[in-house]
């Protein structure tokens, strides 16, 4: 299907309801499979038993930067190419992505104390994310900051776009500078370095990560069309309201 | 399952992800539904957009 046919935000909602309940039954089985693998898998020979955070850590900092990307591209199709679901696709993201990136905040804080023996460092990975973070707050503050949808969409596409510089920066952070954060190992050039029996589990909870991000993406896109024919609707009601 | 002497951390990650994704998950359903109790009773009272008309 054109992404133009999906303009139409009743041939939209038509298609969620659908796609919603099969995406959160596919993310259950998902991340339900990866967590037994990962929990029957060895301990690492380094991290121990500590390992297993990894299977929850790794996804949720992967949808926080992919959610970050989507809504960057969303913003283009606001400024650019004026995409009606753009701004919704954008605003709908930006409360999911937070909520990964807090996960990916305080899991990664859990697996710090016993591993680094400290919560938090101002190391440039963790700060970087924290920025992500703080992104992604602040988009949501002028979303509501502002009434009218159209002119918060635009002010908000804006700031998204100024921000997304820090998703490279997140990315290349450990190689850019000194970190105390391990490199990648998984997205290498010369492939991933984890031993399969922990990597095999820890693609199939992301994938499930993933299948859960886009199913309550597109309940909170369907909940934001609503909201705008709510607003609508309240204001022809106060208008014929004055008109009698 | 032994998870070993940080047992606590792992337990807590997981909770942790556990609250968050409910929380996710409870905030999208509870919205959806006010949304359609609220343009139902709008409907209700007679208002209507052009293009549903």
Request: glycine share 6%; aromatic share 10%; with cysteine.
């Amino acid at each position: 299907m054109p992404l133009s046919e999906l303009a139409n935000p009743h041939r939209f909602l038509r298609l969620v309801r659908v796609l919603i309940p099969a995406l959160a039954m596919l993310a259950l089985v998902l991340i339900g499979l990866g967590l037994v693998q990962g929990f029957r898998a060895p301990a690492d020979y380094q991290q121990g038993e500590m390992v297993r955070v990894m299977y929850i850590h790794v996804p949720s900092a992967w949808i926080a930067l992919a959610a970050y990307t989507l809504m960057a591209i969303a913003s283009l199709g606001t400024l650019v190419w004026r995409h009606p679901l753009a701004d919704v696709a954008a605003k709908a993201a930006a409360p999911i992505g937070a909520a990964f990136c807090l996960l990916c905040l305080v899991t990664g804080a859990l697996w710090g104390r016993p591993m680094w023996g400290a919560y938090w460092v101002w190391d440039p990975r963790l700060t970087s994310v924290l920025v992500l973070f703080l992104l992604y707050l602040g988009v949501i503050a002028l979303w509501r900051a502002i009434d009218d949808p159209g002119r918060a969409a635009k002010a908000a596409a804006i700031l998204t776009l100024v921000g997304f510089i820090n998703v490279p920066i997140v990315k290349f952070s450990v190689e850019w500078w000194s970190s105390l954060h391990q490199g990648a190992s998984v997205f290498r050039l010369d492939g991933p370095s984890i031993h399969p029996s922990l990597l095999q589990p820890l693609l199939i909870s992301a994938a499930g990560f993933v299948a859960l991000f886009f199913a309550l993406h597109l309940a909170a896109m369907r909940n934001e069309i609503l909201r705008r024919r709510l607003r609508t609707l309240g204001i022809l009601a106060a208008a014929e309201a004055e008109a009698r | 399952m032994d998870l070993g002497p940080h047992a606590g951390f792992i337990v807590a990650a997981y909770a942790a992800a556990a609250i968050i994704v409910s929380a996710l998950v409870f905030w999208v359903v509870i919205d959806y539904r006010g949304l359609e109790r609220s343009i139902a009773k709008l409907e209700a009272r007679g208002a209507k957009r052009r293009s549903d008309r």
